[in-house]
Nanobody, 125 residues
């Protein structure tokens, strides 16, 4: 069974940091682009970052650029999202998703065909 499992969410104070993990099982991530998305209550799911399969090129939404870093460790079959300088508006359920794709990654939800169950991130004092 192909699965993506997110972990690392939690409660953090404004200005704090978290590292989210997206672990794949049942397949290897080598040929997959991975995207990170988030959905806050009452809002649509939005793409915030992605990493390509071919050259590890990355992209970020303006809202997280300079604060979040996406990376992949194919040996561990895991993609990470390092989040720093967190703000209350970063509070959301965070999801990772995968798709077989070559070339530049994209952050549109319809580009991806396998999704994890999500992990909650709450930024609050």
């Amino acid at each position: 069974q192909l699965r993506l499992v997110e972990s690392g969410g939690g409660l953090v104070q404004p200005g704090g940091s978290l590292r989210l993990s997206c672990a794949a099982s049942g397949f290897t991530l080598d040929y997959y682009a991975i995207g990170w998305f988030r959905q806050a209550p009452g809002k649509e799911r939005e793409g915030i970052s992605c990493i390509s399969s071919s050259d590890d090129s990355t992209d970020y939404a303006d809202s997280v650029k300079g604060r979040f870093t996406i990376s992949r460790d194919n040996a561990k079959n895991t993609v990470y999202l390092e989040m720093s300088s967190l703000k209350p508006e970063d509070t959301a359920v965070y999801y990772c998703a995968s798709v077989v794709r070559y070339g530049l990654c994209k952050m549109h939800i319809y580009e991806y065909d396998l999704w994890g169950q999500g992990t909650q991130v709450t930024v609050s004092s």
